[in-house]
């Protein structure tokens, strides 16, 4: 059974630093891209950041670019996303996903494209 368990949301001030961990199970990590996805309250969903299974390559969307760094590790079966420099407008509840796309324009998703979903984990900038 495919699983994924989001962790390391919090409250941080702005200009923190957060990581979040999504840890897959009943499926191993490498063989599927890994998407994160973030939704504000009376905003869309949006496609973030996404690592592929094929070379590992990392895709940003312009809103993160710069401050966040995704990246997997096979041992653990688990991808991170190093949040850094947090501002305000990065209050959101934080998704990963699989089974899906990894694209450049990550715009273009709409959360539809992936078949597997965690629970989401909130994360709030705010002094």
């Known amino acids: 059974q495919v699983q994924l368990v989001e962790s390391g949301g919090g409250l941080v001030q702005p200009g923190g630093s957060l990581r979040l961990s999504c840890a897959a199970s009943g499926f191993t990590l490498d063989y599927y891209a890994i998407g994160w996805f973030r939704q504000a309250p009376g905003k869309e969903r949006e496609g973030i950041s996404c690592?592929?299974?094929?070379?590992?390559?990392?895709y940003y969307a312009d809103s993160v670019k710069g401050r966040f760094t995704i990246f997997r590790d096979n041992a653990k079966n688990t991808v991170y996303l190093q949040m850094n420099s947090l501002k305000p407008e990065d209050t959101a509840v934080y998704y990963c996903?699989?089974?899906?796309?990894?694209?450049?324009?990550?715009?273009?998703?709409?959360?539809?494209?992936?078949?597997?979903w965690g629970q989401g984990t909130q994360v709030t900038v705010s002094s």
């Open positions: 996903a699989t089974d899906g796309p990894c694209v450049t324009n990550l715009g273009s998703l709409t959360g539809e494209e992936y078949a597997y």
């Open positions: 690592i592929s299974s094929s070379d590992g390559s990392t």
